[in-house]
């Protein structure tokens, strides 16, 4: 992610935008690195697609994890873990905050707005043209428009993560481009780069484009693979 500069990244969007899949595909690239990674599971409201659910393969990869109290369990209530404040000592290294979608989702972060700003962070609006209620550019800024009003944090780059999940082609991705250049325009932010599953490429992605795993998948999914998505 070139545009991230800042020890301490929020990942924020819709419900079904992808930020968990893109939080874990950074963590563990940075861990690949060789650097010291801790993913912060903030989405105490969304029960499914939480970081939390792959804390054995951030585990096994060395990536910390820091997690509501009750992620794992039936309850959604609230609660910030104690252990949340570490992530602002320079000794925890690099940090990817998955936040919850939408507005109510990132509430959670007002309560560290002023140490985040202290610290200094960088927050990615993670946006796809493909989830309903964020198909046009007008209602992906005025998404975000109630994302920093919840959070109390402004934005400081767009990642364009337009996927259509196990159906994901090429020409989804590249007919993406224009949504996603106009979604920075109106809001004013930097397109800091557009994503594409690593299954739909045949060679190196195209300019302006990373590829990503698809970590998450749905539980009906169990046996999906790239190699037998068409089947």
């Avoid at 393969?57 to 109290?69: F, H, K, Q, T, Y």
């Amino acid at each position: 992610m070139d545009r991230q500069s800042r020890r301490i990244a929020v990942i924020c969007g819709h419900y079904g935008c992808g930020k968990t899949n893109l939080t874990l595909n950074l963590a563990l690239e940075k861990a690949a690195e060789g650097k010291k990674t801790t993913v912060v599971d903030l989405d105490i409201v969304n029960p499914y697609f939480r970081s939390s659910e792959y804390r054995a393969l951030l585990s096994e990869r060395g990536v910390g994890l820091i997690a509501p109290v009750f992620a794992g369990t039936t309850l959604d209530t609230p609660t910030l873990p104690p252990e949340i404040y570490s992530i602002f000592d320079e000794g925890a290294g690099e940090v990817l905050i998955d936040a919850g979608g939408d507005d109510a989702g990132v509430t959670a972060l007002g309560g560290l707005r002023h140490r985040l700003e202290a610290c200094g962070y960088d927050m990615l609006y993670v946006i796809n043209r493909y989830r309903a209620l964020s198909q046009t550019p007008e209602e992906a800024a005025a998404l975000l428009g109630e994302i920093e009003k919840a959070s109390r944090l402004k934005a400081t780059g767009i990642v364009n993560n337009s996927h259509l999940g196990t159906e994901t082609a090429l020409s989804d991705a590249l007919e993406s481009l224009p949504f996603a250049k106009e979604t920075a325009r109106l809001t004013g932010l930097p397109l800091c780069c557009s994503t594409i599953p690593d299954f739909a490429l045949k060679g190196p992605a195209p300019e302006g484009f990373r590829a990503v795993k698809r970590l998450v998948t749905f539980s009906w999914e169990a046996g999906w693979t790239p190699q037998n998505k068409e089947l």
